[in-house]
């Protein structure tokens, strides 16, 4: 994993590998070039809800990183390689660009660098926090309605901190009901992070290759 914090463009080629058997009991490995993305997806919530815990969690895969709280300062940007994921039949890797964002409304004029060409929004929100579901209402209208993002190219982590009180929980607002939403525990679950990360980037390669496609086609047919 790669962590840096200033804005750089890069773009990545994104490969495929397949095994297939040679009938003399060994496996050959074939590198298929399926094109060039990098996935930019904003990790986008309330302050204290767990972005930074998650974030380290995906790009790491391996300790769960709680402790002491250290808010973030603006926005951090982790790059790794998520494998696993399945497309069209088959197991692929993307290239990721997670752009762990601080959940304080005073760095908000960092909001136009960060939602400049994003991919997709992991929204986490803590749901025995009473005030999150009105803060998620803003965060989606500003990230997702006003940047013309699609619902699919967003999901929704109701991040559950060990020891939580789970009597009081609020409310996803109606604006996401259409947002795919998870339950997480990283203590009790934390495969399920990991592949619903997955799912949604399934969903942003689809996106891409179709794109990809159609301008191909466009260029063919003038
Ligand atoms: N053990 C454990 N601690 C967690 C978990 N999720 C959050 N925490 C703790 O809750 C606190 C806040 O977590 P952060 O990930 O820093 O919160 P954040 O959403 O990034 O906060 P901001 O950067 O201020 O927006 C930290 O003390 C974390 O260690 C979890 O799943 N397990
Ligand atoms: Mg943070």
């Known amino acids: 994993m790669k962590y840096r914090s200033g804005y750089q463009e890069t773009f990545n080629i994104f ?18 070039y ?18 930074t815990v998650i974030s380290n969690y995906l790009a790491d895969a391996t300790e ?12 951090r940007i982790l790059e790794f390689e998520s494998t696993g994921i399945h497309v069209g039949g088959k197991e692929v890797s993307c290239e990721v660009e997670l752009w762990d964002c601080s959940g304080d409304q005073k760095f908000e004029n960092c909001w136009p660098a960060i939602q400049k060409d994003a991919n997709g929004v992991l929204f986490v929100y803590n749901p025995d926090n009473t005030s999150h579901g009105k803060e998620l209402e803003t965060l ?15 999901m929704l982590f109701a991040h559950h901190k060990p020891g939580a009180n789970e009597k009081i929980r609020s409310q996803i ?3 996401l009901s259409k947002v795919p939403c998870v339950q997480t525990n990283l203590e009790d679950d934390s495969e399920v992070v990991k592949q619903k990360f997955n799912d949604l980037l399934a969903v942003l390669l689809r996106n891409w290759t179709d794109r990809r496609d159609q301008e191909e086609l466009s260029i063919m047919n003038n």
Do not use: W
């Open 34 to 51: 399926v094109g060039m993305f990098k996935a930019k997806i904003l990790v986008i919530g309330p302050r204290e809800c767990g972005k």
């Open 15 to 32: 490969i495929y590998t397949v095994f297939f058997s040679t009938g003399k009991h060994e496996n050959v490995k074939i590198t298929a």
């Open 140 to 154: 989606y209208v500003h990230f997702v309605q006003e940047q013309g993002l699609r619902d699919s190219q967003c």
């Open 64 to 75: 769960i990183s709680g402790g002491d709280y250290h808010p973030t300062q603006g926005v």
């Open 173 to 175: 607002p109606s604006y």
